[in-house]
């Protein structure tokens, strides 16, 4: 059974940093591609990051810079370093892992910044 579990959500101030995680179970991590996607009240669910199988990144307009997803194919854990936070980044943060047949998410961690 494929399981997605995230942790590091919080409330923090803006400015301030937080890393999220997500660890992976029940598959083959490395044949993973990974991503980060959020969903605010009220709105839709967005990509915020992905990372490829081979390491390529890419990232939503708003977060980068200040943005970082990686992952460690040894301990089956993608990471989402989110610094210099701003109350619009407020959502629950989900984790997604895709292979060529289907896609797996997490339960969501939630992410309030404060002004």
């Known amino acids: 059974q494929v399981q997605l579990v995230e942790s590091g959500g919080g409330l923090v101030h803006t400015g301030e940093s937080l890393r999220l995680s997500c660890a992976a179970s029940?598959?083959?991590?490395?044949?993973?591609?990974m991503g980060w996607y959020r969903q605010a009240p009220g709105k839709q669910r967005e990509l915020v990051a992905v990372?490829?199988?081979?390491?390529?990144?890419n990232y939503a307009d708003s977060v980068k810079g200040r943005f970082t997803i990686s992952r460690d194919n040894a301990k089956n854990t993608v990471y989402l370093q989110m610094n210099s936070l701003k109350p619009e980044d407020t959502a629950v943060y989900y984790c997604?892992?895709?292979?060529?047949?289907?896609?797996?998410w997490g339960q969501g961690t939630q992410v309030t910044v404060s002004p």
């Open positions: 997604n892992a895709r292979n060529i047949w289907r896609q797996y």
């Open positions: 029940g598959i083959i991590f490395s044949n993973l591609d």
């Open positions: 990372i490829s199988r081979g390491g390529d990144t």
